[in-house]
């Protein structure tokens, strides 16, 4: 395969993956988040609302490096992963102004910002690989 037949399958996998983000709503930020929301009251908050990703590219580039099957439930799955309160207690860490907070459970990790009381998916990927 040549340089440029390379280049056209890659252009167009990522605009099948742009428009899977696009039919399913992959992406916008979560913007109900209380004010000064810190701790359990930040991890319920989060849990309250669906979390997706800030931009169709950043889904279609996530649900490409870690697909689920089928591929248009990728958000289904990480949001079950932040919902699940029997798996591992999410932490929190301080990054700048931002507060990142990591679910996990035997499924799956899901790392989600919140920021200026926005929460957007950073990334998610299943364990089944």
């Given at each position: 395969m040549g340089t440029e037949e390379a280049k056209f399958n890659l252009q167009k996998k990522l605009?099948?993956?742009i428009d899977i983000a696009e039919k399913q709503e992959m992406f916008g930020a979560a913007?109900?988040?209380a004010a000064g929301s810190k701790g359990l009251q930040l991890i319920d908050a989060?849990?309250?609302v669906e979390v997706k990703f800030g931009s169709k590219l950043s889904a279609a580039c996530h649900i490409a490096k870690h697909p689920t099957d089928p591929i248009s439930d990728y958000l289904v799955f990480a949001n079950?992963?932040?919902r699940d309160q029997?798996?591992?207690n999410p932490s929190i860490s301080q990054k700048g102004d931002a507060n990142i907070v990591v679910?996990?459970?035997p499924t799956g990790r899901a790392?989600?910002?919140e920021k200026?009381?926005?929460v957007l998916l950073m990334t998610y990927y299943p364990f089944h690989y």
């Open positions: 605009e099948e993956f913007t109900n988040i989060i849990r309250a079950k992963v932040i029997k798996g591992d679910f996990s459970n790392i989600v910002r200026n009381n926005e």
